[in-house]
């Protein structure tokens, strides 16, 4: 590819990653960040559930958000310009996160995270619909997964910042040092400062007379199945992903307090190992999760979207049920965190090129980020739910997670309203719709 296609694959490349990494802060600060404001004792067991409780509505919140940014920033994609919403929606979600960091009350914070989800859902349609557009279509596949490296990048510099802040440079205040990790939402600003002096719109965008998108011809009986085939499939993963990493960080610091307590480990050494065991689950799910996104591409190109997600799809449903179903000791529970990152975190790397090969060049922004966002808004409901049924303490977090698999069983039956894509240019008809080209 030329130097110019590179730099719009690095460009999105950053957003997405920024843009992760801004949405899970809070779930490493959290147990801080919620008790300070409240104006409870930071440990206290009514501190502990209220943060449980917060941290699944936030979640809620923020994928709520994140549903109407995705698609309300995907229809101004196709309005206005990829390059200038990637922009636009890069800022928002920086400084949102970075107004977390003044928070005076429990409000004000919701507010932040509300203003920070709009701008991360909306990144995501217009980053993935300008690399679609400007790599050539025989790289699509390659570019999009590389693309959605970015996210298991995203959660591990999320770990690392908590890390750095809260466990080296500040371990003595942890009343203070969460506003801290919220203030390296700031970092994405600067990138995107940098991207407007290089970024241009693509020539097939350019080129599209009109730019009146409606959301609802995504629903006309020409473009309907094609919608219904890429809102099933992200449904499915955004489910299972947000359930399970939701309380990737409570769980492993359930697990290391409950480790520690049979260890007989001083208060001190108890949070080291709580930090650890929260990175160390970070690390594994991420690495499991880049891996896994590459694999997409081989699967993909070899044997098409459709059974490279029937794929992915079984073995998340044995991935969820090995992790939290066999009786293992509370380490290797950790460490299967790679299993889960490969399968439910490494399907994710197919959408970034398979959604916007559904659609025309006119509709594409618009198309990829309704059916990428719009299930979030079910999905929001599922940090809720595992939140209200988990608080009998590790035990019942692990059995209610086991049967997240369900989710990706789901999406497995869901296969025969598949649309495959594979063989087909960006605006060419993907078969058996009976489309026309654009």
């Not at 003044?102 to 701008?119: D, K, Q, T």
């Not at 499991?288 to 996104?293: A, D, K, L």
């Not at 979207?305 to 029937?310: D, L, S, Y």
Request: glycine share 10%; with cysteine; aromatic share 14%.
């Amino acid at each position: 590819m030329s130097g110019y296609q590179w730099m719009v694959v690095f460009a999105a490349w950053l957003g997405w990653g920024f843009d992760i990494i801004d949405a899970l802060l809070f779930n490493y600060v959290a147990a801080n960040c919620i008790p300070t404001l409240l104006h409870l004792k930071l440990g206290s067991p009514e501190a502990a559930l209220l943060t449980k409780q917060w941290v699944a509505g936030m979640a809620s919140v923020l994928l709520i958000g994140w549903a109407v940014g995705g698609v309300f920033f995907g229809w101004l994609a196709d309005k206005i310009g990829r390059s200038r919403t990637l922009l636009i929606t890069i800022v928002l979600y920086s400084v949102g996160t970075a107004l977390c960091a003044v928070a005076p009350n429990v409000e004000f914070l919701v507010f932040c995270r509300i203003l920070a989800s709009l701008g991360i859902g909306g990144e995501w349609a217009a980053g993935a619909s300008m690399v679609s557009e400007v790599v050539p279509a025989e790289k699509r596949a390659n570019a999009g997964a590389l693309l959605y490296t970015s996210a298991p990048f995203g959660l591990v510099c999320a770990g690392l910042i908590n890390k750095l802040v809260t466990g080296w440079w500040m371990p003595d205040r942890p009343d203070i040092s969460w506003r801290v990790v919220f203030l390296f939402g700031l970092l994405p600003a600067l990138a995107a400062a940098a991207m407007r002096m290089v970024l241009k719109e693509p020539e097939a965008f350019k080129q599209e007379g009109s730019r009146n998108p409606h959301i609802a011809e995504l629903f006309s009986p020409q473009l309907f199945p094609i919608t219904r085939s890429g809102f099933l499939m992200a449904l499915t993963a955004l489910v299972s992903w947000w359930t399970l990493s939701t309380f990737q960080a409570p769980l492993s610091g359930a697990l290391a307090d409950q480790q520690a307590k049979a260890m007989g480990l001083s208060p001190a050494d108890t949070i080291a190992l709580k930090t650890s065991w929260q990175l160390l689950a970070t690390v594994c799910f991420s690495v499991g999760g880049g891996i896994g996104t590459l694999m997409t591409v081989p699967f993909a190109n070899r044997y098409g979207r459709k059974t490279m997600f029937g794929v992915y799809y079984s073995a998340s449903v044995l991935a969820i049920m090995a992790t939290f179903g066999l009786p293992v000791a509370p380490i290797w529970r950790i460490y299967m965190q790679f299993f889960l990152g490969l399968t439910v975190f490494g399907v994710f790397g197919s959408f970034t090129y398979y959604l916007p090969e559904l659609f025309p060049t006119r509709l594409r922004a618009t198309g990829s980020g309704f059916c990428y966002n719009v299930g979030r808004v079910i999905t929001a409901f599922g940090p809720y739910l595992v939140s209200t049924v988990s608080k009998g303490g590790v035990e019942k977090m692990e059995s209610t997670l086991f049967w997240v698999f369900l989710v990706p069983f789901f999406g497995v039956c869901a296969l025969p309203w598949v649309i495959e894509t594979k063989g087909y240019t960006a605006d060419s008809p993907p078969a058996g719709t009976g489309l026309t080209p654009s």
